[in-house]
């Protein structure tokens, strides 16, 4: 190791890149469950420790760039070791101090071939793509435009406009490329061989997909429109945010900070999921916060039940950030361009989602109508605080059902309503319905 360590510190590092290891092994078995949440907690915490013990001994473990970036937040915060990414970091650091020292990003706006074939023209497509500071270019005769580092949205509309089938996976592989440019340094040629690569991957798929009488005219019928036209979509709001600058001066800090925490934990409960969408997307609209993924309405329940495990996580951390949320889960038509949302799907979950007098999430009609199931642990049926329609019981995220020593998690929570103070009358009956939410929920046996 180009780090020596002390024997307190070597203890931790043991433990961290055993933590790591069976992680790893989680996550290729698509266990996104709270055991594997715990454990990667577990690992960022000791992280953190030794993080602080070589720090304390100026020996500050050095990270990428773009990985303060990725978590907003100091290397140094109790959480930013919260994600697998950072930890692999460190434990490069203490094996080589020079392993995650920064190279020139050579290829910032420069163009790129990337031919893929089109069953539909029968013939190879040159989709010309510049990287970018934020992502890529897309440069093609149909749709043209700036998209992210996953290649959202502009390179599936074209996909998706000339019928092109693409591996599922594929925008993670697109991002990872970005980045491997952008922290090492890789040239123009290194650059177009890789996306060349991903071109090739595409047109494999494109020319493997079914064909013959009983597939002819697939792309044209309504499953290919569901698959662009309907969404699982999330509204969750803040409670309190108008005047919330007087009790907390960084709450516009702080509510980048969880958006980008809910993406992390985002990418790993989509990776769970085989489904024909592609990523669950993450967009704020002042102290709104929308989740969607497009997907089929035969994935629908399982994309429902994505987004209720999501907000199982999202609750409680946002009232210990001191933003609490609550908020509606839908199913429907939508079309979305930027930060503009419309459809069925928006509309029913932006009119229910501030309903409810309290910190919570519940399914919309057109999402209980597909879950049509008490069996999952991440629901249960309740009467939430809405006063139009008093007696009514709804499908409610589960938030507290994992909790162990109950009483104590309660007595946490009151604290932190204390700290959201001044409790007003308004206020006071949020909490309460809240407090009775977690008497009434069946803990989990």
């Known amino acids: 190791m ?36 715990k454990l990667i907690e577990s690992m960022g915490d000791n992280a953190h420790k030794l993080h602080m013990l070589l720090q304390n001994r100026n020996l500050k473990p050095q990270h990428h760039s773009y990985m303060k970036k990725n978590r907003e937040m100091e290397e140094d915060d109790p959480q930013f070791y919260y994600h697998v990414h950072p930890v692999e970091d460190l434990l490069a650091y203490i094996k080589d101090k020079n392993a995650n020292d920064e190279t020139e990003d050579q290829t910032i706006g420069l163009e790129f071939d990337f031919c893929v074939y089109s069953n539909s023209w029968g013939h190879e497509n040159n989709y010309r793509i510049k990287r970018t500071k934020d992502g890529w270019y897309v440069n093609f005769l149909s749709i043209s435009g700036n998209c992210d580092k996953r290649g959202n949205p502009v390179l599936y509309e074209n996909f998706n406009h000339d019928s092109i089938q693409y591996p599922n996976d594929f925008g993670s592989w697109l991002e990872w490329l970005w980045d491997q440019a952008a922290s090492k340094g890789l040239s123009k040629d290194e650059v177009q061989t890789a996306l060349q690569e991903l071109a090739d991957w595409v047109s494999c798929t494109e020319k493997n997909a079914p064909s013959g009488i009983i597939w002819d005219g ?47 934990q985002a990418s790993i409960y989509r990776g769970s999921i085989e489904l024909n969408s592609k990523t669950i997307e993450v967009r704020s609209i002042s102290d709104t916060i929308v989740l969607f993924t497009p997907c089929l309405k035969k994935d629908a329940l399982k994309v429902i039940d994505m987004h209720g495990m999501l907000c199982k996580w999202i609750i409680p951390r946002s009232i210990e950030l001191e933003i609490p949320v609550r908020g509606a889960i839908s199913f429907g038509e939508f079309d979305t361009v930027d930060n503009i949302f419309v459809g069925k799907a928006v509309d029913e979950a932006a009119t229910w989602h501030e309903l409810a007098d309290w910190i919570g999430v519940i399914l919309t009609p057109s999402a209980e109508y597909i879950l049509q199931s008490d069996n999952s642990e991440c629901w249960v049926k309740y009467n939430p605080p809405i006063k139009a329609l008093p007696g009514i019981k709804f499908q409610c995220v589960n938030w507290t059902i994992d909790w162990e020593l109950r009483e104590k998690k309660i007595e946490r929570l009151k604290e932190k309503f204390c700290q959201l103070g001044p409790i007003i009358p308004e206020i006071a009956g949020k909490f309460a319905n809240t407090l009775k939410f977690i008497e009434c929920a069946n803990p989990k046996t």
Do not use: M
């Open 2 to 37: 180009n780090i020596k360590l002390k024997p307190d510190e070597e203890k931790f590092r043991k433990e961290i890149r055993a933590q790591l290891d069976k992680v790893n092994d989680l996550l290729k078995e698509h266990r996104v469950d709270d055991e594997v949440q």
């Open 218 to 264: 697939y792309c044209e019928t309504p499953v290919k429109e569901e698959s662009i036209n309907t969404v699982v979509i999330t509204f969750l709001d803040v409670l309190g945010w108008k005047g919330i600058y007087h009790r907390k001066t960084d709450s516009i800090a702080t509510l980048k900070r969880f958006i980008e925490e809910i993406r992390s």
